[in-house]
Every structure is written in structure tokens, then in C-alpha cells.
């Protein structure tokens, strides 16, 4: 599952993959050439590249390389870097902050935030 804001980015790039046309050049290959300009992008799906260098520096396949995976009846979804998952981001903050109540000398309790705490591993 792809975190929201990033399947947003991702649907923009699905939206504007309309006028990009695949010309397969071999295996993973693509040479995708807008419609009206004639620009042209080489994108090798299995290497997750593009000459645009959308998809290697944001992990979210461009434009050129959409229409190439939609050629190929391939969901873009699945080339999205593992970054943008639902897991990472839950292994990233999963570390909590549990209260912990303290008595004080004076017979006071106060609560205090215990140090982060590794997650449990299975």
C-alpha cells in the first residue's frame, strides 16, 4: 500500500502519461515520445530508470515510464520504491513514549515520559 500523498504524486503522473507513446526497444526497454512535441525518453522498467530521472530521484515512476507499464498492462503502483509503503512508514514510527508516574520526595507523583522503546521484534 502506497502512502496517500505519495499515490497522489503518482496519479498526477498517471493522468499526464496521456499523450506519451511507448515504442518497445526490447526486453524492459522503451523509447516513450510525446505526441505533440516528438520528445523522447528511454525508460528501462526493470532497472526503474528513465532519462528524465523522475524515478530514480523520487522512486515514483514518471510519465514516460506509466505509459511504457501501461502498455504492458503493468500497475505503476507496483514500481513505486518500498519507501513510499505503508510498512516503512510504520517501522520508521513505531518507537512509543509510555508515561511512567514518579513519586516524588515530597510525596508528589508526576508524570514523566519514559525513553523511546525499541519495537518489539518477532
Not at 525518453?41 to 532497472?47: A, C, E, G, M, W
Not at 520504491?81 to 514510527?93: I, P, R, V, W
Request: with cysteine; aromatic share 10%; glycine share 6%.
Amino acid at each position: 500500500m502506497i502512502m496517500p500523498r505519495s499515490k497522489l504524486r503518482l496519479d498526477k503522473e498517471v493522468e499526464d502519461a496521456g499523450n506519451w507513446i511507448p515504442n518497445w526497444s526490447g526486453d524492459t526497454l522503451w523509447q516513450v515520445e510525446h505526441t505533440h512535441t516528438k520528445n523522447s525518453f528511454i525508460v528501462d522498467t526493470s532497472k526503474k530508470t528513465c532519462t528524465c530521472n523522475f524515478w530514480e530521484l523520487l522512486g515514483i515512476p514518471c510519465r514516460h515510464a506509466v505509459g511504457a507499464l501501461g502498455f504492458r498492462n503493468q500497475s505503476p503502483g507496483n514500481f513505486v520504491d518500498d519507501y513510499y509503503s505503508k510498512d516503512t512508514y510504520d517501522k520508521c514510527y513505531c518507537y512509543n513514549r509510555k508515561p511512567k508516574k514518579i513519586t516524588t520526595s515530597q510525596g508528589q507523583t508526576q508524570t514523566t515520559i519514559q525513553e523511546q522503546t525499541q519495537p518489539n521484534e518477532a
